[in-house]
C-alpha cells in the first residue's frame, strides 16, 4: 500500500494526446453498465477518488479499485463541478438511450406526425445530453436554455418534414436517410444555442499547470466547433448505414445492430479531438494574448480548456 500513497488519480491511464489513448479512455467511461449503479455507489467511488486527491488512500485499497472508481467518476460527475450529473445526460447513457431513439425515428418516418413526433423526442434527448456536459463555467439562464431548445427542436422539424415530403416520391432509401439530415442540422443549432453564454462571454483558459490566463471567445468556438463535429459523427454510421442494412432487417430486430454501431461510435466520436483542448496564445484575442505576454512573456505558448463532450 506504501506505493499507493503517492497515486496520482488524475493522470490518464492512456495517452490522451493519441486518438487510440483517448478512445480507450472514452470505451471505459462510456460504459453503459454504469448507469445501473445506484447514486450510494457512485457517491462511494467519488468519495474514493476525493480521499486520493487528499493524499490519504484507505488501508487495504487496490490499485485497480482506484481505476475503478475513479471510471464510475468520470461517468458519473461533472469535470468542472464535481456535481452528479443527471442519468440521461450522461455520455454512458447515450447507448441505450440513443439506441431506441435511433432506432424509432429509422423505423417510424413515413408519416409527418410520427417524424414530428420522434424529432421532437430526439432533440429534447439531445438538449438535455448538451446541458449536462456544457463547460460548467460558464452559466446559462433557463430563458436561454428555452430558447436554445425551441429553436434546435424547429430545426430539425423543419428539416425533417420538409425533406419527408421532398422525398415523397424518392427511393425509401433516401426517405430513411431524412432522420440523419434533420439530425445534423439539429446539431449544428442546438449546441452553439445550449453553450451560447460561452461563445458570448468566452470560456476560461488556463496554463498547462491549470492556472486560470482569462476568458477566451474564440476558444469557446473551437471546442463548441469539435463538439458539433463529434456528435455528427457520432450519429452518421448508424443514421447512414443502417438505413441499408435495415431493407433487409425489416422483420428482425435492427436495434440490436444500432447498439452495435453507438456501442463503438459514442466513444469514437467522443474521441476525435481531446478533452483538454488547446490553443495557441497568437490565435487568442487581440486583449487576451497581450494580457498573457505582459504577464508570463513567451513562457505560455499555449493555453488549455474543457471543450465539453
Given at each position: 500500500m506504501e506505493a499507493l500513497k503517492?497515486?496520482?488519480i488524475d493522470a490518464p491511464r492512456w495517452d490522451q494526446s493519441?486518438?487510440?489513448g483517448r478512445l480507450k479512455h472514452f470505451f471505459n467511461i462510456t460504459d453503459c453498465r454504469t448507469v445501473l449503479l445506484p447514486d450510494s455507489r457512485l457517491d462511494e467511488a467519488k468519495a474514493l477518488v476525493e480521499s486520493c486527491r487528499a493524499g490519504s488512500v484507505p488501508p487495504g485499497t487496490t490499485e485497480e479499485q482506484l481505476h475503478y472508481a475513479k471510471k464510475l467518476y468520470d461517468s458519473a460527475f461533472h469535470p468542472d463541478t464535481g456535481d452528479r450529473m443527471n442519468l440521461?445526460?450522461?455520455m454512458s447513457f447515450q447507448v441505450p438511450g440513443g439506441m431506441a431513439i435511433t432506432g424509432f425515428?429509422?423505423?417510424?418516418?413515413r408519416t409527418v406526425p410520427a417524424v414530428v413526433f420522434w424529432q421532437w423526442v430526439n432533440q429534447s434527448f439531445n438538449a438535455l445530453v448538451n446541458y449536462t456536459n456544457r463547460n460548467a463555467a460558464s452559466p446559462i439562464t433557463p430563458k436561454q436554455i428555452g430558447v436554445a431548445y425551441v429553436t434546435a427542436t424547429s430545426t430539425a422539424l423543419a428539416t425533417a418534414v420538409g425533406l419527408n415530403l421532398y422525398t415523397k416520391k424518392a427511393p425509401p432509401l433516401v426517405a430513411r436517410w431524412v432522420p440523419f439530415a434533420a439530425v445534423a442540422a439539429a446539431n449544428c443549432v442546438n449546441i452553439p444555442m445550449m453553450r451560447q453564454q460561452e461563445i458570448l462571454n468566452g470560456?476560461?483558459?488556463t496554463d498547462?499547470?491549470?492556472n486560470q490566463l482569462g476568458h477566451s471567445r474564440k476558444a469557446a468556438v473551437k471546442g463548441i466547433t469539435q463538439v458539433v463535429i463529434s456528435r455528427v459523427t457520432m450519429a452518421a454510421?448508424?443514421?447512414i448505414i443502417l438505413p441499408i442494412i435495415m431493407q433487409r432487417?425489416?422483420?428482425?430486430?435492427?436495434?440490436?445492430v444500432s447498439m452495435m454501431f453507438l456501442i463503438f461510435m459514442v466513444p469514437a466520436a467522443c474521441s476525435l479531438f481531446p478533452q483538454r483542448c488547446s490553443m495557441a496564445v497568437s490565435k487568442l484575442e487581440p486583449e487576451l494574448r497581450e494580457s498573457i505576454i505582459s504577464q508570463y512573456g513567451d513562457r505560455v505558448s499555449y493555453v488549455y480548456f474543457n471543450k465539453g463532450l
Open positions: 503517492g497515486f496520482d493519441t486518438f487510440m440521461i445526460g450522461r425515428m429509422l423505423q417510424f418516418y470560456i476560461a483558459v498547462e499547470d491549470g454510421p448508424g443514421m432487417l425489416e422483420k428482425y430486430r435492427f436495434m440490436q
